[in-house]
């Protein structure tokens, strides 16, 4: 079992900047990814960073050039999504996840944050 508690989400006008974190703890496979996924009301959950335990890292191209994911130096098991110039489009619930990749794997999701970005 992993479990993940995210942190950072408010409200923030058009153009601001936010920080989320999730830091994950439990059996967690040394290999491994974490990212995060947005919903916004009546969308479905959409990706929007991922990265891997050796550092790669893939973006929404809606977020490229604006958002940032990054593992915490001193522990891996916490990242970090830097989103800047925020948009009102960002809008969202935001949930960290965590995957081992291997074989069968299982999903494991944080409760969600709240991000929204006023006009």
């Known amino acids: 079992q992993v479990q993940l508690v995210e942190s950072g989400g408010g409200l923030v006008q058009a153009g601001g900047s936010l920080r989320l974190s999730c830091a994950a703890s439990?059996?967690?496979?040394?290999?491994?990814?974490m990212g995060w996924y947005r919903q916004a009301p009546g969308n479905q959950r959409e990706l929007v960073a991922t990265i891997i335990s050796d550092g790669s890292t893939n973006y929404a191209d809606s977020v490229k050039g604006r958002f940032t994911i990054s593992r915490d130096n001193a522990n891996k098991n916490t990242v970090y999504l830097q989103m800047n110039s925020l948009k009102p489009e960002d809008t969202a619930v935001y949930y960290c996840i965590n995957r081992g990749l291997v074989p069968g794997a299982t999903d494991y999701w944080g409760q969600g944050t709240q991000v929204t970005v006023s006009s």
């Open positions: 439990g059996t967690i496979f040394r290999i491994n990814v």
